[in-house]
C-alpha cells in the first residue's frame, strides 16, 4: 500500500484524503492547528459552477484601488513592503486582462461542475453534507449592476449553464417573504449550497472510517528533498515520510512553496461572517446570493439559521481581524433588505472570519511540479474552495495514481508564473 502524507486539513486537504483512500493508500493529513482554525467552516457554502468569471478581472482592479483606503469597504490591500506581497499584486494585475477572463470561463465552468457531480452524485449520498440544488440570486441595485450582470449572463449562457437575467418581480416571487431593494437578479440555477460546518464535520468523521490518519498540532516547518523527490517532511514532534506529498495548506502554503523553490504567488484574502437564528417575522430568506453592489453572500446554513459574509482583505493571516469590517457587510444587508436591521453590537461576539488562499490570477494552482516526482499540490482557490473541494480531492488521486484527469486542469498549473 502507498501512503501519503497531506500537509493542510481544510477541505482540500479533507476531500484529497478521502478520494486516496478510498483508492486503497494509507493517508495521513497534518495540520498546524485542530482541523477547525482555517477557511472552511464559516464561508458561505456556495457549490458554484456559476463562478466562470476568474477573480482577476480588470474591473476588481479598477475598483480595488478605488476602495483600498476605505475600512468599511469590501477590498482592501493592507498596504506594506513584502516581497510575496509585490510578486503576488504584480502577477494579479497582469492577469486581469479581459481575454483571460474569457480563456478561463471553460476550465473554471468544467471544474465547477465536476465538483457538483461529485458533491450530488457521490458525496450527497455517502454523507450528510446539508446539500441542496436551489440556485443563486445575485441581486443588483442599479442600471449599472444590471448592465454588467447581462454580460455575464450571456458569458454564462454561451458555456451553456442554466443562468437567466430576471427582473424585480420574478425575483419577488422567488423570495415572497423578505422585502428587496433592488431592480433585478442574475438567477443562477445552476448553482447548489451546503452547510460548510456541517460538511466538514461529517468529512472528518468519515476519513475515521477510512483509517485515515489525522494528526491535529503537527505543523510543517521544513521539507527534506533526495533525488529529486520530498523525503519526508519536518513537524516539532516527528518527522514524517511517505511516497507522496500533498500541499493543501491554504493561505499558509506560500512559505512552504518557496522553501521549495516553487515560484507560486499567494496571499491570504480574509473574509468575515456573521450566523443568525432565522426569525420568520424578520428573516425568511429561502435562497443564497450575493448582493452585487454591497458584495455581500447571504445563505441559508444548517437548516434554522442564515449567514451573513463578505469582504476581501488582503493582509498577513497573523494580523488583528478588523471586526469593524463586518459593518459595511450589515450596512449592505440593509441596504438591499431595508426590513433587516442588525446592529453591529448584536453579533460582534458570533464573527467568523477565515483566510482565502488568493493565487497570482485567482485560480487555482492544482497539479504535479516539474521539480519533484512525489508532490501534488491542491491550494490557492480563493474564494472558490468548497466549490470546487470534491473535484480537488478527485483529480489529486487521479495525480498521483498517474490516471487521465478528468479535466482540463492546464489552466490551474502550479508553475505557470514561472
Ligand atoms: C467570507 C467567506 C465566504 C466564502 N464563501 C465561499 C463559498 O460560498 N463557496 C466556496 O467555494 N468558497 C467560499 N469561500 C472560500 C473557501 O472558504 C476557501 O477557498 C476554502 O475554505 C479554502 O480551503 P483550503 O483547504 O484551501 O484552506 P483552509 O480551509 O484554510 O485549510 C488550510 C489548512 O492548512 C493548515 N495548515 C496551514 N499551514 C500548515 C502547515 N505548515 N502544517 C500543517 N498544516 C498547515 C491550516 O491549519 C488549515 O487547517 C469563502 C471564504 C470566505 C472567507
Known amino acids: 500500500m502507498s501512503k501519503v502524507v497531506i500537509i493542510g486539513g481544510g477541505i482540500c486537504g479533507l476531500s484529497s484524503a478521502r478520494y486516496l483512500a478510498k483508492a486503497g493508500w494509507e493517508v495521513i493529513v497534518l495540520d498546524k492547528n485542530d482541523f477547525t482554525d482555517n477557511c472552511s467552516y464559516g464561508n458561505a457554502g456556495f457549490v458554484c459552477p456559476s463562478h466562470y468569471v476568474q477573480l482577476a478581472t480588470p474591473g476588481i482592479v479598477k475598483q480595488g484601488i ?79 449592476g444590471k448592465e454588467e450582470s447581462a454580460h455575464v449572463v450571456a458569458f454564462g449562457q454561451r458555456l451553456g449553464l442554466d443562468v437567466e437575467l430576471i427582473g424585480l418581480d420574478e425575483l419577488t416571487q422567488l423570495e415572497p417573504n423578505t422585502k428587496i431593494n433592488a431592480i433585478g437578479a442574475i438567477n443562477y440555477k445552476c448553482d447548489g449550497h451546503l452547510s460548510p460546518g456541517k460538511l466538514m464535520e461529517e468529512l472528518k468523521s468519515d476519513l475515521l472510517k477510512y483509517k485515515v490518519k489525522l494528526v491535529p498540532h503537527a505543523k510543517v516547518t521544513d521539507v527534506i528533498i533526495k533525488n529529486g523527490s520530498i523525503d519526508y517532511v519536518v513537524t516539532d514532534s516527528e518527522n514524517f515520510y511517505a511516497d507522496a506529498f500533498v500541499l493543501a495548506s491554504g493561505s499558509w502554503s506560500g512559505k512552504l512553496a518557496s522553501n521549495l523553490g516553487l515560484k507560486m504567488p499567494l496571499v491570504g484574502g480574509r473574509g468575515y461572517s456573521v450566523t443568525l437564528p432565522i426569525d420568520k417575522k424578520q428573516l425568511d430568506i429561502l435562497h443564497p446570493g450575493i448582493l452585487v453592489e454591497g458584495r455581500c453572500a447571504f445563505t441559508p446554513v444548517e437548516g434554522d439559521k442564515i449567514r451573513f459574509g463578505g ?13 469593524g469590517r463586518v459593518e459595511g457587510i450589515l450596512k449592505a444587508v440593509h441596504d438591499f433588505f431595508p426590513e433587516i436591521d442588525i446592529s453591529f453590537e448584536s453579533v460582534k461576539e458570533k464573527i467568523w472570519y477565515g483566510f482565502r488562499p488568493v493565487s497570482g490570477d485567482g485560480m487555482p494552482y492544482i497539479g504535479k511540479t516539474k521539480a519533484y516526482r512525489n508532490l501534488v499540490v491542491a491550494t490557492g482557490h480563493a474564494q472558490l474552495g468548497i466549490s470546487l473541494g470534491a473535484a480537488t480531492g478527485l483529480l489529486v488521486k487521479e495525480l498521483l495514481e498517474s490516471e487521465k484527469t478528468s479535466v482540463d486542469i492546464s489552466a490551474f498549473a502550479v508553475e505557470r508564473f514561472s
Open 66 to 144: 478605488k476602495w483600498m483606503l476605505n475600512s468599511r469597504s469590501p477590498f482592501y490591500i493592507q498596504p506594506r513592503l513584502n516581497k510575496s506581497l509585490v510578486n503576488w499584486g504584480i502577477s494579479f494585475m497582469k492577469s486581469a486582462k479581459k481575454e483571460n477572463v474569457e480563456r478561463h470561463g471553460i476550465p473554471l465552468r468544467d471544474i465547477g461542475l465536476l465538483s457538483q457531480y461529485e458533491y450530488e452524485n457521490v458525496w450527497q449520498k455517502e454523507m450528510n453534507i446539508a446539500y441542496e440544488h436551489k440556485g443563486m440570486l445575485e441581486i443588483f441595485q442599479t442600471e449599472k
Open 311 to 323: 469582504t476581501m482583505e488582503i493582509t498577513q493571516t497573523d494580523a488583528l481581524p478588523r471586526y
